[in-house]
Structure formats: structure tokens, C-alpha cells
């Protein structure tokens, strides 16, 4: 969008000179009419170009200081997560213990709500001793389509309970990409976990999840489209940082995981989305059967 606006600019500059030049050469009325008004509209193309300039320094600005923390709290990780959970295993061991020898059941709903707790606190440790401290993928020759295929039994059940219409569009059965099985589900998983939240509080919610693969660059490209509440701008440029999240009872790390996971298989993820109109976010894998042809396979549910 950048550059289009920049040779936008740029013509109406020459325009502008055009505009100019006969203006001065036949002195006609309508050519400094039209001079003002090349010479405001590149005023305001150039305007609108440098707010949007300004606007995107300030949210890399603010991503490359979160990753300046991150790295730091990374490199304490280790030490800090060991010394919460050891405290951590205890109130969790008492709080089972007191649960099961307590009669009283307003005690025992305190014991349970700290067991509820202890859970929750132990998601977001293991959730950011994953970011800070990866593991190394194990990577394997697989079937996207037939990873797709095989986590439908994970997918419909929750499409169905939120009354979301759920469209499988394969056309990769034959391709192989290299990838470690466990991290590739996760971000699927995530992903269309995310969709299914877009969706809330929709009676025509649709999530469509599509395989394919682009010659020009040797990719296979996964889809995940909804219909649901879309990004703004800014949540699109900052989609994928540590700690940013839409959702108030989220860590803000999930899609941080999820480009961690695909920058590790040499992949990349890319989003388009529009507030109001939807989600597109596309996964691209390097192709290992790019000699292979694609077979179609639609599923609706």
C-alpha cells in the first residue's frame, strides 16, 4: 500500500509539471485549474503517506521493544519458572489433599477454586517457557491434507457446539511438506481456535479451512477464512507479539507460538483481514513433492 501510494505521488508530481508547463506556455484558464488541483491532491497523497509511515514506525517500534524484553525474560526463564512451580506443586498437592478429606462444601469449593488456579497459572508458565525456551522441531515427511483430515475429530465437534459451519476444501493430497506433526497441529488448532472466537455471538458463523499449492514459489499454502469480527490496521501489524492479545483472558502468547513454530520449518503466515469482513490467514510451507500433482477433496459439514 506503501509503494502504491508513493507512485500515485509521483505521477501527480508529473502531472503536476505537465499542468504547470501549459499553463505557463498557452496561459489558458483551465490548465492552472488543473495545476491547483494536482498540486492538492499530491499534497494530500504525500500527507496521508507520511501519517501512515509515522504510524507503522511507532507499532514496529513498540514490537521491537517487547522482543528486547522477551529476550531478556528468556534468558531468566529457566531459574523463574522452577522457582514458581516448586511452590506451585505444593498448594496444589495440600489443596487436593484438603478437597478430598474436608466435608464442609464451602471449604471445598475454596480448595477447588485453588486447584482451578494453580491450573491456570501453571497454562501461562508453560505457555511462556515454550516461547522463551522452544524446542527443537522433529521433522518428518508428511500429508497436510491427511493432518487436516485427522484433526476434523478436534475441529467439527467445537464448529458444531458454537453453531459454526465448517468447509474443508483439500487440494493437496499427494504433497508433502517437512514438518514436525505435534507443532503443526497446534497451530492449526490455535488458529481455527481463534476463528471459532472471532465468531462469537454469530448465527451465520463460517470458518473455511483450504489447501493448495502455488508452483511460482514451490509452497504449500494453508487457509483458515472466517466471517467473523476481522482486525483493524493496527492488530494486524502487531498479530504475532509476544503479549499482545484481543482477548482479556488470554496470555497473549498462542500466535506468538504459532510464528515461532512455522519460522522454524522455514514457512511464513500471512493475514489479511478487514474489521468487519473477516479473517484470512494463510500458512506457506516449502513443498517437498512439488513434481506431484493435486488432487481435490471437499468436505462440508
Request: hydrophobic share 40%; with cysteine; glycine share 4%.
Amino acid at each position: 500500500m506503501f509503494k502504491d501510494k508513493l507512485k500515485l505521488t509521483f505521477l501527480c508530481i508529473a502531472f503536476l509539471n505537465i499542468a504547470f508547463l501549459i499553463y505557463v506556455l498557452q496561459a489558458k484558464l483551465w490548465g492552472l485549474y488543473l495545476f491547483l488541483f494536482l498540486y492538492l491532491f499530491a499534497a494530500f497523497v504525500l500527507y496521508k503517506v507520511i501519517e501512515e509511515d509515522r504510524h507503522l514506525r511507532s507499532v514496529l517500534q513498540k514490537k521491537f521493544a517487547q522482543k528486547e524484553n522477551l529476550a531478556i525474560l528468556g534468558q531468566m526463564s529457566s531459574n523463574i519458572i522452577h522457582e514458581i512451580r516448586n511452590p506451585l506443586t505444593t498448594i496444589k498437592g495440600f489443596s487436593t489433599l484438603l478437597n478430598n478429606k474436608l466435608a464442609d462444601n464451602e471449604l471445598r469449593s475454596y480448595c477447588q477454586l485453588m486447584l482451578k488456579e494453580t491450573d491456570n497459572i501453571n497454562k501461562v508458565i508453560s505457555a511462556f517457557y515454550r516461547y522463551a525456551k522452544p524446542q527443537s522441531p522433529s521433522f518428518k515427511e508428511l500429508f497436510l491434507d491427511e493432518i487436516i483430515i485427522n484433526l476434523k475429530a478436534s475441529i467439527d465437534p467445537k464448529c458444531q457446539e458454537n453453531n459454526i459451519s465448517i468447509l474443508y476444501n483439500l487440494n493437496c493430497a499427494e504433497m508433502q511438506v517437512l514438518a514436525d506433526l505435534e507443532q503443526l497441529q497446534e497451530v492449526i488448532l490455535h488458529v481455527v481456535q481463534n476463528s471459532i472466537e472471532a465468531l462469537e455471538g454469530r448465527s451465520d458463523g463460517k470458518i473455511e479451512i483450504s489447501t493448495s499449492y502455488s508452483r511460482l514459489t514451490d509452497e504449500v499454502v494453508l487457509q483458515i477464512i472466517d466471517n467473523g469480527r476481522g482486525m483493524t490496521r493496527e492488530e494486524k501489524l502487531l498479530a504475532g507479539t509476544p503479549f499482545y492479545s484481543l482477548k482479556n483472558n488470554s496470555v497473549g502468547l498462542g500466535l506468538s507460538i504459532c510464528y515461532q513454530y512455522i519460522n522454524k520449518h522455514n514457512g511464513y503466515i500471512e493475514i489479511h483481514s478487514n474489521l468487519g469482513m473477516g479473517t484470512d490467514l494463510s500458512i506457506f510451507l516449502p513443498s517437498l513433492t512439488s513434481n506431484k500433482k493435486t488432487s481435490h477433496l471437499s468436505i462440508s459439514n
